[in-house]
């Protein structure tokens, strides 16, 4: 489910939701300025699924994802409005000990980078093993931990005698493996993907991809995958979330989003920046303008700025939430303004 400007109920998603996420608000704030990173979103999601959260780089992504594990900067970012239920725990209101003995275990993460997420001076193996050590719940000892280790690593596709490896040993594909294999030793109930193939070729991640269908499926695991590739959620998403200036601003199921008709504006411009070789035309379409200043957001509907359909009423008023067959879009021209836009 979304849920902008707290509007409850437009999509069911069945009844075993792992995590409900509920009008989160998330801001950093400095001297100098306040930075809106994450305006009242709000989805749900059901073991096994996957879920892409898509948007241009300053949409809130990351932010979101970070929000849910409680690894904001502490510093300068506050989670200031909203609830993050997980198993029916508001993970927002537990302690700091109670959220170490989820985070890892229960919800894991692939971080963007796997140069900067990987320790440069302890072996791969010890890196594994440290999620293994700290929720040894079962009591498991030195060697069955090892033994999970090489299994760990051969899951991912990585010879198991590598395991006493260090990081600078491995090509950059077989870095996100080691990142991979690392989210999911104690077998999570939800895995957070931001942006995991990012620094890699096409060849590796299509490999990569691939290798986490596969063990998504076999482990039934829950998923959000962050990315701006509008091509890897046709490949690994069960639905979409569209994110701009810290809103969701279009969802809905993967066919639903990429057969419809209708789509907003700015969604519209990601497809049309995708390359399309067998088009009339070669040439891509990028979006006019630039995301807006997270300090000073404009009124009424964010994009506004930037779009070719902008009414006055756009510039004043924050959109209605917009809803067909659970395909669900935060914009003016689908309440009733069409015409007017199209004068």
Request: with cysteine.
């Amino acid at each position: 489910m979304i849920q902008n400007l707290k509007i409850k109920g437009d999509i069911k998603l069945g009844d075993d939701k792992v995590l409900k996420v509920r009008d989160l608000r998330v801001i950093y704030k400095t001297d100098a300025a306040t930075t809106y990173a994450v305006n009242g979103i709000s989805f749900d999601l059901r073991k096994g699924e996957t879920l892409g959260l898509v948007g241009e780089t300053g949409a809130g992504k990351t932010t979101t994802a970070l929000a849910l594990l409680r690894l904001l900067p502490w510093r300068t970012a506050r989670i200031t409005e909203g609830q993050i239920l997980f198993d029916g725990t508001d993970l927002l209101k537990i302690s700091e000990a109670e959220m170490r003995r989820i985070r890892g275990k229960k919800i894991s993460m692939i971080f963007q980078d796997p140069m900067t997420a990987l320790n440069p001076v302890i072996t791969v193996g010890r890196q594994i093993a440290e999620s293994l050590i700290l929720h040894n719940e079962e009591g498991r000892s030195r060697d069955e931990i090892e033994e999970l280790v090489e299994q760990n690593l051969r899951m991912v596709g990585i010879p198991a005698g590598r395991k006493n490896e260090y990081p600078h040993q491995f090509s950059g594909g077989m870095r996100q493996r080691v990142v991979i294999a690392i989210a999911l030793a104690c077998n999570p109930v939800l895995l957070i993907a931001d942006e995991p193939t990012t620094a890699l070729d096409v060849t590796i991640q299509a490999q990569v991809l691939n290798m986490m269908n596969e063990l998504k499926q076999r482990m039934n695991t829950a998923m959000i995958m962050i990315t701006h590739d509008l091509g890897i959620v046709a490949q690994t998403c069960d639905s979409v979330a569209v994110m701009y200036a810290g809103e969701i601003i279009e969802y809905g199921k993967m066919e639903s989003v990429f057969d419809a008709a209708e789509h907003h504006p700015y969604t519209v411009g990601l497809f049309g920046s995708i390359p399309d070789l067998y088009g009339d035309s070669l040439r891509l379409s990028p979006i006019d303008g630039l995301m807006p200043d997270p300090t000073k957001l404009p009124e009424g509907c964010k994009f506004s700025p930037r779009c070719p359909h902008c009414m006055d009423i756009c510039r004043k008023t924050i959109p209605p939430l917009w809803n067909k067959d659970d395909h669900i879009i935060l914009c003016h021209l689908f309440s009733g303004n069409r015409k007017e836009a199209e004068l």
